[in-house]
């Protein structure tokens, strides 16, 4: 068995950057705060929210809404997954009715993930606009799906894998890129 390669293609700097980045193109593309929400796709995209959140406050002195959202039910692949679902808990208290929602999680791969927080989200009410905001994005899409805001653009081989760790829930930032040493690069 081959070990895998770990290459790091994020620090702390370069995520912090990101978030900061993406605060501000928000802010720019919708002409400030007003009528923004933030929600977090549980586990990752929460404290990313979180941080976009505070950045935006620190440049604006407004307090934006933040809420959750939990997509394991509503996956189109959750019954083929051999693990038991651990379930936590959507988390959106105030209305979503013409406000521009802009969903955060941290790498966009196939797509199927945004799908079903979108899902989620409309259950729940009818924003004006939905955006996507995430840390990574790596490509090979199966749905018709793209990211309003990225932080970085890594594009990769369907047998590699991109880790997000953030210090919140491992300790520490950064973003990683698995692969098999035979897959060299």
């Known amino acids: ?5 770990v290459k790091q293609l994020m620090d702390v700097t370069s995520v912090g950057r990101s978030v900061t980045r993406i605060a501000h193109e928000i802010l720019e593309r919708n002409d400030g705060p007003q009528d923004l929400a933030l929600i977090g796709i549980i586990t990752r995209g929460e404290p990313l929210a979180k941080r976009l959140k505070k950045s935006i406050f620190q440049q604006t002195n407004e307090d934006i809404p933040i809420g959750l959202v939990d997509i394991t039910f509503h996956r189109d692949d959750f019954r083929e997954r051999l693990v038991v679902p651990q379930v ?3 988390d959106i208290p105030f209305s979503l009715d013409d406000k521009t929602v802009v969903l955060v999680d941290d790498v966009l791969f196939t797509g199927r993930t945004i799908r079903a927080a979108i899902e989620v989200l409309l259950s729940f009410g009818r924003p004006a606009k939905i955006q996507l905001a995430v840390l990574v994005d790596r490509g090979h899409r199966e749905m018709p799906i793209r990211a309003d805001f ?9 047998g590699e894998h991109v880790k997000v760790l953030l210090k919140e829930i491992d300790g520490q930032d950064a973003v990683q890129l698995i692969y098999s040493d035979g897959d060299a690069k």
């Open 1 to 5: 068995m081959v070990a895998p390669v």
């Open 150 to 158: 990225v932080g970085k653009n890594f594009p990769t081989h369907c």
């Open 88 to 90: 936590k808990s959507t």
